[in-house]
C-alpha cells in the first residue's frame, strides 16, 4: 500500500515537546519561535526529517505554522483544517487562530510586546514571507532573530535522516521535450530578466527542466535538491550523489556540473562575491538565500521561478499522456463504485474503500502495461460526518462504517508515468435525504459551470472562481477552499502558479491544467466534493462573436452520481452537459470494461430526463 492508516496527528505530543522548546529558548535569550509547515523547497509534502510542525504539534495538514512563546503557544490553519486541528493537537497547550483572517505577520503586531526576540529558520520562510514578518514586528518595537541552527533540529533526538531515493530518468515520450532544450529556454528567460543566474529551489521545477524524477517525499515523484542555472549555460546542480545511477549520472553530467547539497551556500557565496546578479522568486526562495547573496556582495533579482510557467503550461506529448493517463483512471474508479454499490449499507469502513481503490488502480495499470507509482495524495475516504472535514486524513482511530442514509466523499488520485489524476466521487449509502440531492445538485451546477466557460486571454481564476458558487450563494451556502489547483505531468498534484480561486492571480494559460472541484460541507453531518481535472484549450472563435475564447477540455472520466441529482434544479443546458459527459465517459472507458461493471456503467450514464424548464 502506498497509503498507510496510522494515526494523523497525536495530541499528547505538544506539552513535553513545547516545554522542551521553551527551555531552549530561554537558555538562547530568545521570547518565542516561528514553526512553519514548510522546508527548504516550500513543497506541500515535505520528507520525515522535515516534519518539524507535526513532531512538535501533532497536527498533520499540509498548511500551517505555530508560534511559541514563553508563556503561550498558537497553530494557524486555514478553512481546510479547522476540524482536524482540534482533533490533533492539544487545545490545553495550542490556541488556534486563522492562517487567512489573522495570519501570523498581522498576529504578530498585536501580540509581540516591544523589545521580544522572535527567532525564526530563515531557511524554512520565503523571502517575502520573511519581508511581511519583518514589517509586523516593526511596527511593535520587537526583534526577528534570524538563526543558524533550528531548534527543534537540537532537540528532536530521533529525528530521521535526510532521504536519499534514487533518481530515475523521465522519458522524452511523456517529457515531450529533451532538458538541453529546456534549459536553453531558461538561460533565455535569465538573462531577459536581467540576471546572470538563477536559482531553483522548487525540486518539481529541478524535475522538469531536468527531465528527472526521484521518491525523496510521499506520493510526489521528486527528488530533492537544488539548481543554479546560468544565463552562459553554466548550470549547476546540488543533490546528494548516493541517489545517482552510473546513467544517471552520466545524463546529469553532460546538462549541469553535479554538487553535493553541502556545497550550495558556498556557491551561492562565491557567485556574490564575484558581482553576480542572482535571480530568486520571493515566494519560494528561502529568505536564507537573499541573506548570503546581499551579505556577499552580489545583487538580487526579484523573479518568479523561470520554469513554473514553462512547467504549467504542458506541451502535446504531457496532454496525450494525460488524456491517457485519466482513461486508465476512470476505468479504475468506475469498478471501485460498481464493487461499492453492491455492498450493503454498514458492511466497509472507510479504509477497506482506500485499500480496494488501490488495488483497482494497481490492476488497471498491470493489465495496461503502465503501472501505477503512487497515489498522488493520501486518499480522502469520509463517510458521514468525517466527509465534512475537507482534507480528511482516514486512520485506524477514526475509520467510519458506511452507514444506511449516508453520503461517502471519496477523493484520490493517482501517479502514473504519463500522467497525474485527481478525482472526486460523493455517492449515496442507501436513500439520500431531499437535501442531500439538493445541495449535490447545487455543487453540481457550479462545477458544470466551470466545466462550460468561454473566456478570454488573459483571465485570472479569481475572475471565474465565483462562477463555481453562484448556485450555492443564491441558496446561502458556500465552500471555504478554492475552485481548482494547477496539476503537474507526473508531479505534484498540486501545481502552482494556476488556480481558481479568489487568490487565483495568474493568468489561464492554454495547455495548463486545474481541478474543478466546487464542494459543500455541513459540519457534523456531511460533505459533497465534485471533482474533474480540466485542461485550457486554445482560444477560438465564436460564431458571431468578437473576441476568440479559451475553454476547458474535461480530462477525468468516471460517472457522477445520478441519485444525487435533482434534475428539475438543472437547465437544459446543464443536463445536457451531463448526459453528453456521461456518453463520453461511456465511450472511453465503456472498452476497457466487462460483465458487470460494463452494465453498470451503462446504467450510471443514461441520460436523466429533461424536465428543466429552462
Same mark, same amino acid.
Given at each position: 500500500m502506498f497509503q498507510t492508516f496510522d494515526s494523523a496527528g497525536d495530541p499528547a505530543v505538544g506539552k513535553p515537546r513545547v516545554a522542551l522548546l521553551r527551555q531552549w529558548l530561554e537558555a538562547n535569550g530568545l521570547d518565542g519561535f516561528i514553526v512553519p509547515r514548510a522546508d527548504e523547497h516550500q513543497g506541500e509534502y515535505v520528507a520525515d526529517r522535515s516534519a518539524r510542525l507535526k513532531w512538535l504539534t501533532g497536527f498533520s495538514g499540509s498548511a500551517g505554522v505555530a508560534i511559541i512563546l514563553r508563556d503561550?503557544?498558537?497553530?494557524?490553519?486555514?478553512?481546510?483544517?479547522?476540524?482536524?486541528?482540534?482533533?490533533?493537537? $492539544?487545545?490545553?497547550?495550542?490556541?488556534?487562530?486563522?492562517?487567512?483572517?489573522?495570519?501570523?505577520?498581522?498576529?504578530?503586531?498585536?501580540?509581540?510586546?516591544?523589545?521580544?526576540?522572535?527567532?525564526? $529558520?530563515?531557511?524554512?520562510?520565503?523571502?517575502?514571507?520573511?519581508?511581511?514578518?519583518? #514589517?509586523?514586528?516593526d511596527k511593535n518595537g520587537a526583534v526577528l532573530v534570524p538563526l543558524d541552527k533550528n531548534p527543534i533540529d537540537i532537540i528532536w533526538k530521533d529525528q530521521p535522516d535526510a532521504p536519499v531515493a534514487p533518481v530515475e530518468l523521465h522519458p522524452i515520450g511523456f517529457a515531450g521535450e529533451l532538458a538541453k532544450d529546456k534549459l536553453a529556454r531558461l538561460a533565455a528567460a535569465i538573462a531577459k530578466d536581467g540576471a546572470t543566474h538563477a536559482v531553483l529551489t522548487d525540486p518539481s521545477s529541478i524535475a522538469w527542466a531536468f527531465n528527472i524524477r526521484g521518491g525523496d517525499v510521499p506520493h510526489t515523484p521528486l527528488a530533492l535538491g537544488? #539548481?543554479?542555472?546560468?544565463?552562459?549555460?553554466?548550470?549547476?546542480?546540488?543533490?546528494?550523489?548516493?541517489?545517482?545511477? +552510473? *546513467?544517471?549520472?552520466?545524463?546529469?553530467?553532460?546538462? #549541469?556540473?553535479?554538487?553535493?547539497?553541502?556545497?550550495?551556500?558556498?556557491?551561492?557565496?562565491?557567485?556574490?562575491? @564575484?558581482?553576480?546578479?542572482?535571480?530568486? $522568486?520571493? %515566494?519560494?526562495?528561502?529568505?536564507?538565500? @537573499?541573506?548570503?547573496?546581499?551579505?556577499n556582495g552580489g545583487t538580487v533579482i526579484a523573479a518568479a521561478d523561470p520554469a513554473r510557467i514553462p512547467r504549467a503550461t504542458k506541451n502535446q506529448a504531457e496532454i496525450n499522456g494525460s488524456r491517457a493517463a485519466h482513461r486508465r483512471d476512470?476505468?479504475?474508479?468506475?469498478?471501485?463504485? @460498481?464493487?461499492?454499490? +453492491? *455492498?450493503?449499507?454498514?458492511?466497509?469502513?472507510?479504509?477497506? %474503500?482506500?485499500?480496494?481503490?488501490?488495488?483497482? +488502480?494497481? +490492476?488497471?495499470?498491470?493489465?495496461?502495461?503502465? /503501472?501505477?507509482?503512487?497515489?498522488?495524495?493520501?486518499?480522502?475516504?469520509?463517510?458521514?460526518?468525517?466527509?465534512?472535514?475537507?482534507?480528511?486524513?482516514?486512520?485506524?482511530?477514526?475509520?467510519?462504517?458506511?452507514?444506511?442514509?449516508?453520503?461517502?466523499?471519496?477523493?484520490?488520485?493517482?501517479?502514473?508515468?504519463?500522467?497525474?489524476?485527481?478525482?472526486?466521487?460523493?455517492?449515496?449509502?442507501? *436513500?439520500p435525504t431531499q437535501e442531500m440531492r439538493e445541495r449535490f445538485t447545487l455543487v453540481l451546477?457550479?462545477?458544470?459551470?466551470?466545466?462550460?466557460?468561454?473566456? /478570454?486571454?488573459?483571465?485570472?481564476?479569481?475572475?471565474?472562481?465565483? %462562477?463555481?458558487?453562484?448556485?450555492?450563494?443564491?441558496?446561502? @451556502?458556500?465552500?471555504?477552499?478554492?475552485?481548482?489547483?494547477?496539476?503537474?505531468?507526473?508531479?505534484?498534484?498540486?501545481?502552482?502558479?494556476?488556480?481558481?480561486?479568489?487568490?487565483?492571480?495568474?493568468?489561464?494559460?492554454?495547455?495548463?491544467?486545474?481541478?474543478?472541484? /466546487?464542494?459543500?460541507?455541513?459540519?457534523?453531518?456531511?460533505?459533497?466534493?465534485?471533482?474533474?481535472?480540466?485542461?485550457?484549450?486554445?482560444?477560438?472563435?465564436?460564431?458571431?462573436?468578437?473576441?476568440?475564447?479559451?475553454?476547458?477540455?474535461?480530462?477525468?472520466?468516471?460517472?457522477?452520481?445520478?441519485r444525487l441529482v435533482q434534475s428539475d434544479l438543472l437547465t437544459r443546458d446543464e443536463l445536457h452537459w451531463l448526459d453528453s459527459y456521461h456518453a463520453r465517459v461511456l465511450a472511453e472507458i465503456g472498452p476497457m470494461l466487462d460483465g458487470e461493471t460494463l452494465a453498470w456503467l451503462e446504467k450510471a450514464t443514461a441520460p436523466l430526463p429533461h424536465d428543466a424548464k429552462i
Open positions: 503561550r503557544a498558537f497553530v494557524f490553519v486555514d478553512g481546510r483544517y479547522t476540524l482536524q486541528v482540534r482533533s490533533e493537537v $492539544d487545545l490545553d497547550v495550542f490556541s488556534i487562530e486563522s492562517l487567512v483572517d489573522n495570519p501570523p505577520a498581522v498576529w504578530l503586531k498585536d501580540n509581540l510586546g516591544k523589545g521580544a526576540r522572535l527567532g525564526f $529558520d530563515p531557511w524554512l520562510h520565503t523571502i517575502s514571507e520573511v519581508k511581511a514578518l519583518q #514589517a509586523s514586528v537544488f #539548481a543554479i542555472l546560468a544565463a552562459d549555460g553554466s548550470h549547476q546542480l546540488f543533490m546528494d550523489k548516493r541517489k545517482f545511477s +552510473r *546513467q544517471v549520472a552520466a545524463y546529469l553530467t553532460q546538462l #549541469a556540473e553535479p554538487h553535493e547539497p553541502g556545497e550550495f551556500e558556498a556557491a551561492i557565496v562565491g557567485l556574490a562575491k @564575484c558581482g553576480a546578479k542572482i535571480a530568486l $522568486d520571493p %515566494v519560494l526562495a528561502a529568505d536564507r538565500l @537573499c541573506m548570503l547573496v546581499e551579505k476512470g476505468a479504475a474508479v468506475a469498478k471501485l463504485l @460498481c464493487w461499492l454499490e +453492491r *455492498q450493503k449499507p454498514g458492511s466497509l469502513d472507510e479504509i477497506s %474503500v482506500v485499500t480496494r481503490l488501490e488495488e483497482s +488502480r494497481r +490492476r488497471t495499470g498491470e493489465e495496461t502495461q503502465m /503501472p501505477l507509482r503512487d497515489v498522488s495524495f493520501d486518499t480522502i475516504s469520509g463517510a458521514g460526518p468525517n466527509g465534512a472535514i475537507m482534507h480528511y486524513r482516514v486512520s485506524r482511530a477514526t475509520s467510519r462504517k458506511l452507514q444506511a442514509g449516508e453520503l461517502f466523499l471519496l477523493d484520490s488520485g493517482a501517479q502514473y508515468q504519463d500522467g497525474t489524476t485527481d478525482i472526486t466521487r460523493t455517492v449515496p449509502i442507501g *436513500q451546477k457550479g462545477m458544470i459551470g466551470i466545466s462550460t466557460l468561454r473566456f /478570454p486571454a488573459g483571465t485570472r481564476g479569481s475572475e471565474i472562481d465565483a %462562477v463555481a458558487r453562484m448556485a450555492l450563494w443564491k441558496h446561502g @451556502c458556500d465552500f471555504a477552499h478554492g475552485t481548482g489547483h494547477g496539476v503537474g505531468s507526473y508531479l505534484a498534484v498540486h501545481e502552482g502558479p494556476q488556480r481558481i480561486a479568489r487568490t487565483g492571480t495568474e493568468k489561464l494559460l492554454e495547455g495548463m491544467m486545474l481541478s474543478n472541484e /466546487p464542494g459543500y460541507y455541513k459540519e457534523g453531518s456531511y460533505g459533497i466534493r465534485i471533482e474533474n481535472l480540466i485542461l485550457v484549450t486554445p482560444a477560438q472563435e465564436i460564431e458571431g462573436g468578437d473576441i476568440a475564447m479559451h475553454g476547458f477540455e474535461t480530462l477525468t472520466l468516471a460517472p457522477i452520481d445520478t
